[in-house]
């Protein structure tokens, strides 16, 4: 079974400053894909950014970059020069090569303070 | 990416009536999904619906409560049946275009259902 990990139910940082989102996982797959979504008031879940894990290469999307590390299951996101429309949940998630499937993990809850 | 509508976008309904929810796509798509996302948690899969056939369910669904169809490539709906207050969640229907592009799943706005 696969499992996705949040330790961090709130986070609050100040506007332009930059925060990092923590996320493990478990899986006994070795074609599989991470995913962070950013869900807002407005409650559409928006892909933030992807990370194929037979790529070694972190992912970067503009503000937003992650840390893969595959041997810790480890997957955080950056966000760098935070701005008040980041304020959102965030959910890390993850899929599975074969399927489509996506397991997501309870959410952070980041507030971006002005 | 595909942009994904769903109907109604709320809806406030009494126990032991059912509800469909709509889910429209602006684009053929090879993979349809059902969510729930309970008040203040995380998204749970109620099942992979599929087209021509009878969904997949995850454990803890069934059809009876939680019948699917998927007519074509675009559309797909969600009945909850005789409804109780514990039914009352954000349903998200979401979207995969394909393995070619990666896996990543495009999600509706999501409708938002009280059970009184």
């Known amino acids: 079974a696969q499992t996705v990990t949040q330790s961090q139910p709130e986070m609050s940082v100040q506007e332009a400053e930059t925060v990092t989102l923590s996320c493990t996982y478990d899986?006994?797959?070795?074609?599989?894909?991470l995913f962070w979504y950013k869900q807002p008031p407005s409650r559409q879940m928006i892909l933030v950014i992807r990370?194929?894990?037979?790529?070694?290469q972190n992912a970067t999307e503009n503000r937003f970059s992650v840390n893969f590390q595959k041997a810790a299951k480890s997957f955080s996101l950056k966000i760098s020069d935070s701005q008040l429309g980041d304020t959102a949940m965030y959910f890390c998630a993850l899929g599975q090569g074969g399927n489509e499937k996506l397991t997501f993990g309870t959410g952070t809850r980041l507030t971006i303070i002005p | 990416s595909a942009v994904i509508s769903q109907k109604p976008s709320r809806d406030i309904c009494q126990r032991g009536t059912s509800l469909t929810i709509q889910c429209q796509v602006d684009s053929q798509v090879t993979m349809m999904f059902w969510y729930r996302q309970q008040p203040g948690q995380s998204l749970t899969l109620i099942a992979t619906?599929?087209?021509?056939?009878?969904?997949?369910?995850e454990s803890g669904f069934v059809i009876d409560k939680f019948p699917i169809s998927r007519p074509n490539l675009t559309f797909s709906t969600l009945t909850v049946s005789n409804m109780s207050p514990e039914d009352s969640s954000i349903y998200l229907c979401?979207?995969?275009?394909?393995?070619?592009?990666?896996?990543?799943?495009?999600f509706g706005p999501g409708t938002r259902l009280t059970v009184t």
């Open positions: 619906a599929n087209q021509g056939s009878e969904a997949t369910y």
């Open positions: 990370q194929e894990a037979y790529k070694q």
């Open positions: 979401s979207v995969a275009p394909g393995r070619l592009v990666g896996h990543e799943q495009y």
């Open positions: 899986t006994s797959e070795n074609n599989y894909y």
